[in-house]
């Protein structure tokens, strides 16, 4: 009788330490192949480490702490030429730009390489910045011009914003992914945060969990899609 309740004893211990290994294994299997996955973000404002970088930063913590690789570029300080409506991309279709001279093609590039891309930008007269613009406008048009070449990667746009223009401007962002046959995950409410000098937005607390939840529904997206 106590040899049989010590064999099961002994029994129900092994298959809790081999399920609980199996566990284990399998969590860090899942943290790998997302470990494999890149969110990249680009920050189009023309101040550095302003509010529309506080509000990237937490989208990718979240993602980070998920297990995807992450970057930020900012755009301020960087010349970023606007399309000039040649269509040389629509010849070549070598998924470049034809203007060289600044940095528009290793951001292309970056889009490229990564599974998720996050546009952000604060609001300037009701809209994005001309960096942003530029951006979008290029890898836009090169993107079209070779066959919808970030089609099925995750996008999200977010804005920092003191107090009118927030809308169109997620509005115009959202079109560039939609046009791209990007998919978009949504967020808590939309991913705006509000606040003028450097930093006022870490006092938005609806804004700062808008950023958090849109990390959240991003990650899980990406797993999803890529059936991890
Ligand atoms: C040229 C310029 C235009 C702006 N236009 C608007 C505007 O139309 N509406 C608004 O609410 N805030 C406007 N702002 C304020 C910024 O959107 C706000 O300060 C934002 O938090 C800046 O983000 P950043 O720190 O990432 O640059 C403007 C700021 C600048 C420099």
């Given at each position: 009788?106590?040899?049989?309740?010590?064999?099961?004893?002994?029994?129900?211990?092994?298959?809790?330490?081999?399920?609980?290994?199996y566990?284990?294994i399998?969590?860090?299997?899942?943290?790998?192949?997302?470990?494999?996955?890149?969110?990249?973000?680009?920050?189009?404002?023309?101040?550095k480490d302003?509010?529309t970088?506080?509000?990237?930063?937490?989208v990718?913590?979240?993602?980070?702490?998920?297990?995807?690789?992450?970057?930020?570029?900012?755009?301020?300080?960087?010349?970023?030429?606007?399309?000039?409506?040649?269509?040389?991309?629509?010849?070549?279709?070598?998924?470049?730009?034809?203007?060289?001279?600044?940095?528009?093609?290793?951001y292309?590039?970056?889009?490229?390489?990564?599974?998720?891309?996050?546009?952000?930008?604060?609001?300037?007269?009701?809209?994005?910045?001309?960096?942003?613009?530029?951006l979008?406008?290029?890898?836009?048009?090169?993107?079209?011009?070779?066959?919808?070449?970030?089609?099925?990667?995750?996008?999200?746009?977010?804005?920092?914003?003191?107090?009118?223009?927030?809308m169109?401007?997620?509005?115009?962002?959202?079109?560039?992914?939609?046009?791209?046959?990007?998919?978009?995950?949504?967020?808590?409410?939309?991913?705006?945060?509000?606040?003028?000098?450097?930093g006022d937005?870490?006092?938005?607390e609806?804004?700062?969990?808008?950023?958090?939840?849109?990390?959240?529904?991003?990650a899980?997206?990406?797993?999803?899609?890529?059936?991890?």
């Amino acid at each position: 009788m106590l040899q049989n309740q010590l064999t099961a004893v002994l029994l129900v211990s092994f298959l809790r330490s081999t399920f609980s290994r199996y566990l284990f294994i399998f969590h860090l299997h899942i943290v790998a192949l997302a470990m494999c996955m890149k969110v990249v973000a680009f920050n189009g404002s023309a101040r550095k480490d302003g509010n529309t970088a506080t509000l990237l930063r937490r989208v990718l913590q979240v993602l980070a702490a998920e297990g995807f690789e992450t970057e930020l570029v900012q755009l301020a300080g960087e010349q970023v030429r606007g399309c000039n409506a040649c269509r040389t991309c629509y010849t070549t279709k070598n998924k470049r730009c034809v203007i060289e001279d600044d940095k528009v093609n290793e951001y292309i590039q970056k889009m490229l390489e990564a599974d998720g891309v996050i546009l952000g930008s604060p609001v300037y007269f009701s809209m994005m910045t001309p960096e942003m613009k530029a951006l979008i406008d290029r890898a836009g048009y090169v993107a079209r011009a070779n066959q919808d070449m970030f089609k099925r990667k995750v996008g999200a746009a977010v804005v920092a914003v003191r107090r009118a223009g927030a809308m169109s401007t997620f509005d115009v962002i959202n079109h560039f992914f939609l046009i791209s046959q990007m998919i978009v995950p949504g967020s808590s409410y939309w991913n705006i945060g509000i606040g003028n000098k450097k930093g006022d937005v870490e006092s938005d607390e609806e804004g700062i969990k808008t950023m958090e939840d849109l990390g959240k529904n991003m990650a899980w997206l990406l797993k999803k899609i890529n059936r991890v």
